[in-house]
């Protein structure tokens, strides 16, 4: 009885504090949450190196922002994305057909925050931009997350709700910057995925009105930060039924985080569970002689070699993590303006592997996900 109140009571203890506000007497609370009710960023008391603080409005300027959301109606996978630097605002949303291997790209890019509206934050907020190829708006409430998107090859409408615990982490970032971040798994409470006539997924060139169903799966990922000039990334990401039903939502990362806290978790039927550090290994590939170079919306000829993920199990830990990625397409897009560039993939592909949680074992094999390679200059 002793052992099982003192196991009780350490579970208590250990689970994630819930924050009022993010930034407290100026700022930000590092660590791992279970949730932050206020993204309160421009509370935050920055410097110049002078020490003389930043005015509200540089604040505003240097924080950099972004939304990604990912929904899965098989055979379809529909990936799209806002994000902000201020100096730039970027768009895109791409289909992916699961059957055919076929990928549609729409993307758009505009100044500073033209025609862009950035309120609020992933519980109580609201983030749209528009432009002639591609228009969207994402709105944000405790409970659930709407979409509402326009481009010209597919439109979508969603609701999406909130059912499982996020992971929000909040850690230092170089000298004086921190980053916040949570993501979620999510499910379509109602919406439809409309491809257009001219859409390369059009069947006779007419036109198709598909619902999302019940089993219809989506995930967040909501970015905001004060981060380094130059910043880099990788990111695995995995939204699936397993073989025995259970719905298993993976996300792991390398290269945003400088400090023991990680945000990496996986989620068993909502039931998140916290994943360390890992390491991703990726061999480049080279393309064959005479190749030509992949624009934004290609994707490479030669065949891209697998990549290792994996976690360094030092004996103290119950946690195993041994994964295999290997490519079938990607979304790719560089834009170089001197002080600002990105390098920017995002790999369709296959993950192969086992996760341990202690004596529990998931197996992956061939399960599609994303992983992502990302450089930014900001």
């Given amino acids: 009885m002793m052992n ?8 208590k203890a250990s689970k994630p504090a819930v924050l009022e506000q993010l930034i407290q007497n100026g700022q930000p609370v590092f660590g791992v949450f279970s949730h932050v009710k ?22 505003a300027l240097k924080a950099n922002q972004f939304c990604f959301i990912q929904i899965i109606e098989p055979p379809y996978r529909i990936c799209l994305a806002l994000a902000t630097i201020k100096l730039a605002t970027s768009a895109f949303v791409y289909i992916y057909n699961e059957d055919t291997e076929q990928l549609e790209v729409c ?44 481009s010209h090859c597919i439109g979508v409408k969603a609701t999406l709700v909130r059912q499982a615990q996020p992971l929000v982490v909040c850690t230092p970032t170089g000298r004086r910057g921190w980053t916040f971040t949570q ?13 257009k006539a001219h859409s390369k997924f059009a069947v006779e060139a007419q036109a198709q009105h598909i619902d999302f169903t019940a089993s ?4 967040l990922d909501w970015t905001l930060g004060y981060m380094r000039h130059e910043t880099n990334w990788f990111w695995a990401c995995i939204n699936h039924y397993l073989a025995d039903g259970r719905h298993f939502v993976l996300n792991l990362a390398m290269g945003v985080n400088e400090t023991g806290a990680s945000e990496n978790a996986c989620w068993l039927d909502g039931q998140i569970s916290y994943l360390p550090p890992v390491m991703f290994v990726r061999d480049e590939c080279k393309p064959s002689v005479g190749q030509q170079a992949a624009s934004a919306q290609t994707t490479e000829t030669s065949t891209p070699k697998p990549w290792r993920i ?3 199990n030092l004996g103290w830990s119950t946690v195993h993590i041994d994964l295999t990625f290997t490519p079938i397409m990607a979304y790719k897009k560089t ?33 599609i996900g994303l992983a992502e390679d990302h450089f930014a200059k900001w």
């Fill in 310 to 312: 994996y976690h360094q």
């Fill in 183 to 195: 993501k979620e798994p999510l499910t379509a409470l109602s919406g439809h995925l409309f491809i």
């Fill in 335 to 367: 834009d170089n303006f001197g002080v600002v560039a990105s390098i920017f993939e995002q790999w369709i592909g296959f993950y192969s592997g086992e996760i341990h949680l202690g004596e529990r074992v998931i197996t992956l094999d061939k399960v």
């Fill in 107 to 150: 993307e758009a890019l505009q100044p500073l925050t033209l025609q862009t509206q950035l309120e609020g934050d992933c519980y109580q907020g609201r983030m749209a931009f528009t432009h002639a190829k591609l228009s969207m708006t994402l709105s944000f409430t405790p409970s659930q997350v709407s979409v509402l998107l326009d």
């Fill in 38 to 59: 206020n993204i309160n960023y421009l509370d935050y008391h920055s410097h110049l190196i002078s020490q003389k603080s930043l005015p509200t409005w540089r604040k």
């Fill in 4 to 11: 099982q109140h003192y196991s009780e009571q350490t579970a």
């Fill in 216 to 219: 219809s799966v989506a995930n």
